[in-house]
């Protein structure tokens, strides 16, 4: 008997509110999405609230409600997670931090930009590397990322009284208030101060700036946290799993639970992300895999953006270019499978930052018997033929455990 192979489409933020400039519908619903809708139309559409009460709407907390994992056991934060991607090893004592490199304007007062400008790989590194040589020592290392995102880790830190803010979440808005707070702040606060003479004059920032782009002019620290223990996938469902993402957070997360880490060439977590090659990565997955999950950042950037074009672009070529494809192969190899589609949380683009509320998703395959709902969008809130709250219930569901 051939075994059923799973797929999760995973589109970070897709959903959102309604829109003026859009007749009152939302992105989503604007979006022309015809695979999503054949998904709902052949099984089922419903909703799923990921976040639990009392936690920030963050991907980190939201994927890993999606995966299954209740959070509120033996999790601390998001950036361990993202240092397991980039193979940097916590000892119990450290904690790491998220380190965005971000562009602050008006004497560094104003958050211009969370990503600086979605700088690459390459700069970034480059003054990574140089803020780690001026400002790290024994205790405090910087490791280099993705594009903005890159690694703090302070050995033998302290996080009992410690607040930090998200810098997409005051994207246009003054950073008074939202900077580093608490008793464990200071060094923290003291490095992202000193970054700002640091970077401000750096060669790369001097030539992204004659080039009409922003500069890279500040660290901005959050996302701390001390190194999880996580079930591994496979003992948890008695399923092998693979993982497909540009973001060191969901490869993070694979590596914790136990999922091979597939790379794509190409995979920028922008709207500009290789959808081809993550699709081929997928179906090359399931050969040896019973489960692929299928992340794509770029609706979530776009939200945060506050880009109303680049999320529904994001969302068609989301559709388009790797959930039909793969849906295709599927059927045409005739393997017995399930697959859904959703986001982790709303980012709607009025707000630019993430929300706590429910979620649509699709699901269809072997098994799954269709209800009445035909379209893929917020009105599945309304109309869902199931819905699941709390979200850590779908994966159980989905996998036909529960």
Same mark, same amino acid.
């Given at each position: ?46 909703? +799923? ?71 690459? +790989? ?30 703090? &880790? ?63 002019? +500040? ?35 694979? &590596? ?69 494809? &793969? ?28 929300? +706590?509320?429910? &979620? ?43």
């Amino acid at each position: 008997m051939v075994s059923r192979k799973h797929v999760v489409f995973l589109g970070d933020g897709m959903s959102g509110a309604p829109l003026p400039e859009l007749g009152g519908r939302t992105t989503l619903m604007a979006a022309r999405t015809p695979h999503l809708d054949r998904m709902v139309a052949r099984g089922i559409g419903g909703w +799923s609230l990921n976040t639990p009460a009392g936690f920030y709407p963050g991907s980190d907390i939201a994927n890993l409600g999606v995966l299954g994992y209740d959070v509120r056991q033996s999790y601390s934060g998001r950036s361990p997670l993202e240092a397991a991607a980039m193979g940097v090893s916590l000892a119990p004592e450290d904690v790491a931090f998220r380190c965005n490199l971000v562009t602050l304007r008006e004497d560094f007062q104003v958050m211009d930009d969370f990503s600086a400008g979605h700088i690459t +790989s390459e700069e970034a590194a480059e003054l990574i590397r140089f803020v780690d040589e001026r400002l790290g020592t024994a205790a405090l290392r910087f490791h280099p990322g993705v594009s903005y995102r890159h690694l703090l &880790v302070w050995h033998g830190g302290r996080d009992g009284a410690l607040r930090c803010v998200p810098p997409h979440e005051i994207t246009d808005r003054p950073v008074a208030g939202s900077l580093p707070e608490g008793a464990d702040a200071e060094p923290i606060l003291a490095l992202m101060r000193a970054s700002w003479a640091l970077l401000a004059d750096h060669p790369i920032n001097r030539s992204r700036v004659e080039r009409g782009l922003k500069p890279a002019n +500040s660290l901005w620290l959050w996302g701390f946290g001390r190194k999880p223990r996580l079930t591994p996938f496979q003992e948890r469902y008695g399923l092998s799993g693979g993982m497909i993402s540009a973001v060191d957070l969901m490869r993070g997360i694979a &590596v914790h639970l136990g999922m091979e880490v597939f790379l794509v060439e190409g995979a920028t977590g922008w709207i500009d992300t290789n959808y081809e090659g993550k699709a081929a990565a997928c179906l090359a997955g399931l050969e040896r895999h019973d489960l692929m999950f299928v992340h794509v950042e770029s609706p979530d950037e776009a939200g945060h953006a506050g880009r109303v074009d680049y999320k529904i672009k994001a969302m068609e070529d989301f559709d388009a270019r790797l959930v039909g494809p &793969v849906l295709a192969a599927l059927e045409a190899r005739g393997t017995p499978f399930r697959a859904v589609a959703l986001p982790d949380h709303p980012t709607p683009v009025a707000l630019k930052t993430h929300t +706590s509320d429910p &979620v649509p998703f699709a699901m269809m395959g072997e098994g799954i018997v269709p209800d009445d709902n035909t379209a893929y969008d917020e009105g599945l809130l309304r109309t869902a033929s199931r819905h699941f709250d709390p979200g850590i219930q779908l994966m159980p569901y989905f996998l036909g455990r529960g």
